[in-house]
């Protein structure tokens, strides 16, 4: 392989890391500790200078929330859109050329709060539930009434 087309595969791919830490909102040192390598290892790979072994691919996958196969694609020059699965929402959203990094952590925000598993509580009974929600509910204000009050009008001619 010529030097040229694989130093551009190196600072394609570091670009392609970088983008999803940043996507992922993480620092360079986070990033690094999350996929348990060294920082100045992390920062080569991100410019370039170096590209990760399978099994470093790995870990960094897991820790940029990226599926491995994409990364292990792109390391090897490909897109990692000729996967023969079909693409998971968080997935597309983080390769759409069309939208820039705000805009993909902003969608991926608003999904994480429609496909985040529910917090698991512990099931009361419909008793207690519906006495506590009888607790909190404000209370109900009377409308006032448009009709005369006979006492008033006692009082008024008095």
Do not use: C, W
Not at 103 to 126: D, E, H, I, M, N
């Amino acid at each position: 392989m010529d030097q040229r087309p694989r130093a551009r595969l190196y600072e394609s791919f570091g670009a392609y890391v970088r983008s999803q830490r940043q996507l992922a909102q993480l620092t360079l040192r986070q990033a690094a500790e999350l996929a348990s390598i060294s920082n100045p290892y992390l920062s080569q790979i991100e410019h370039g200078l170096a590209l990760p072994s399978v099994t470093v691919l790995s870990a960094l996958a897991d820790a940029l929330q990226v599926s491995a196969d994409t990364l292990l694609l792109r390391a090897a020059g490909g897109s990692g859109s000729g996967t023969h699965r079909p693409p998971m929402t968080e997935e597309a959203i983080r390769h759409d050329a069309r939208l820039d990094d705000a805009q993909k952590q902003a969608l991926l925000a608003v999904l994480s709060t429609f496909v985040r598993p529910p917090a698991r509580t512990g099931r009361r009974s419909a008793a207690v539930d519906s006495s506590s929600a009888a607790e909190t509910k404000a209370p109900r204000r009377r409308q006032p009434s448009h009709a005369p009050d006979p006492q008033r009008k006692a009082q008024d001619h008095v």
